[in-house]
């Protein structure tokens, strides 16, 4: 228990300490979703601020459980703390926990910013975005757990995965593949998944009715292959770095 | 006591042995040394040694990987953590109480310790020197008790001042019963303290023995020249 805490605190405070995180994370999604106030006039305010509760989850996941571990990896600190802590299990969920907590902060910062702005804000809000969090935090993370395992350096991948999440993130938003009949292969799209999870939660919690493009079945079964992604993933990281000696 | 036999090491899609029938153990009482030009194959052994790679063959006598401390070369770490951010990670890590002061370390530890650690409990790690750095990486991780202490390179690129603290704090470990493995570049720091060295060259160990027995073999008093001859001689 102690070995794990101890990834947690030493990770969320160089979260906290590396300002240049809320540029991605806080920054901007305020300035995005102040910028598309015409958009709100045609969906309600929930509908309209759950795509930037994903974009802000997702960031979270992708740069603090599968780029940092990727990181550690590549700079040999992976393998000393393993041997240190007896197991790589307590770097990884130390790692997750740290950013539920930053996603957490993150999504507040963001409510009373955006909320405010509209006059929408409400703790209920802050309340769905949480529920959202916390079911979408692990197999969100499981997911990223891709990433250590991928043979490039660090920095690559950072420049190149940070790159492609606003293409997914757009995509997800437009249903383009839809119209091209693929409504299976948007599913595999995170932000998708997390969108159409996040809108359920609303609905359940009344603050929005809104027809579901998957079944609660469909986004199980994905759920489910993320986890099965991340199990693996996490019996196949080793402690080497794939690119250069340590 | 720890001993290595006939250890052989290749990475996959390579036919070339990086570790080749490596034997040799490690004594209690010494500072035990690995030495090698880069890329003889010194980290590919500490990795197989923590269990971190697995050997082709041989027997490897060495406590399981949970009662070993790796200290690997690579310290990278937050540039924004302070100096008692990473204290008191690895005494969470350790299962430890966390450290409020470095004063209360008085008890246990050399009063010039003391000193360096006060000047750095507050300092971020980014405004630290690299020799300040890697000693308080090493004075605390090597406060993890374990039987066995392996650290790669715990003195590269370090001034002459750092370099001496770690090596004392290697000292210290040995004295307190503990067995101590590193691997260096840096002979000269080995001239004025007990040795036990293993030359590992082409994935062999070419020489294993005291200091001053592998000098006096090469004929000369400067380790650096030892070394230099020793390579040119194995490839002859």
């Not at chain 2, 493995?181 to 840096?186: A, E, I, L, M, R």
Request: glycine share 4%; net charge positive; aromatic share 12%.
């Amino acid at each position: 228990m102690r070995k794990w805490f101890a990834f947690f605190i030493i990770n969320l405070k160089m979260i906290l300490l590396e300002k240049v995180v809320y540029l991605w994370t806080i920054i901007l999604p305020v300035v995005l979703a102040i910028g598309q106030s015409a958009f709100l006039k045609e969906v309600e305010p929930v509908f309209f601020l759950h795509w930037f509760w994903v974009y802000i989850m997702i960031s979270s996941f992708l740069n603090g459980v599968g780029l940092q571990l990727a990181e550690l990896k590549e700079y040999g600190l992976l393998k000393t703390f393993t041997l240190v802590a007896g197991s790589k299990l307590y770097a990884i969920w130390g790692l997750i926990a740290s950013q539920i907590v930053y996603s957490m902060i993150s999504l507040s910062v963001f409510n009373i910013i955006v909320g405010s702005y509209y006059g929408v804000f409400s703790i209920k809000m802050i309340l769905i975005s949480y529920v959202g969090l916390l079911i979408l935090s692990i197999p969100l993370s499981f997911l990223f757990l891709l990433i250590p395992l991928i043979p490039a350096k660090n920095s690559s991948m950072n420049t190149l995965l940070n790159l492609i999440m606003y293409p997914l993130f757009v995509v997800s938003i437009s249903d383009v593949i839809l119209k091209f009949g693929l409504s299976y292969v948007q599913l595999l799209n995170p932000f998708k998944l997390a969108s159409e999870v996040m809108v359920l939660i609303s609905s359940f919690f009344s603050l929005e009715i809104r027809v579901q493009q998957y079944t609660l079945l469909e986004m199980m079964l994905m759920v489910m292959l993320y986890l099965i992604i991340g199990i693996i993933c996490i019996k196949k990281i080793n402690l080497l770095s794939v690119i250069q000696r340590q | 006591m720890y001993n290595v036999e006939n250890l052989k090491f290749k990475y996959k899609k390579t036919d070339e042995y990086i570790l080749d029938n490596v034997s040799f153990s490690l004594k209690k009482d010494k500072l035990n040394v690995i030495v090698g030009l880069n890329g003889s194959g010194k980290t590919t052994l500490f990795d197989c040694l923590t269990s971190v790679l697995k050997p082709e063959s041989g027997q490897i006598q060495f406590p399981r990987y949970h009662d070993i401390l790796y200290l690997t070369q690579t310290l990278f770490f937050s540039y924004e953590l302070k100096g008692k951010d990473f204290a008191n990670f690895i005494m969470r890590l350790d299962n430890k109480a966390k450290i409020k002061d470095p004063s209360s370390l008085a008890s246990e530890e050399h009063p010039d310790e003391i000193q360096l650690l006060s000047k750095l409990w507050n300092r971020k790690i980014g405004k630290m020197s690299l020799g300040e750095r890697r000693w308080l990486f090493v004075f605390f991780l090597t406060k993890i008790d374990k039987p066995l202490y392996i650290l790669d390179e715990p003195t590269s690129a370090v001034d002459p001042i750092s370099r001496l603290k770690i090596i004392e704090k290697m000292k210290q470990l040995i004295a307190s019963g503990k067995v101590c493995v590193c691997s260096t570049h840096q002979l000269q720091d080995l001239l004025f303290e007990d040795c036990h060295i293993i030359f590992l060259h082409q994935g062999k160990i070419k020489y294993e023995g005291s200091f001053y027995d592998w000098l006096e073999i090469n004929e000369t008093q400067n380790p650096d020249i030892a070394f230099e001859r020793m390579t040119k001689e194995i490839a002859l």
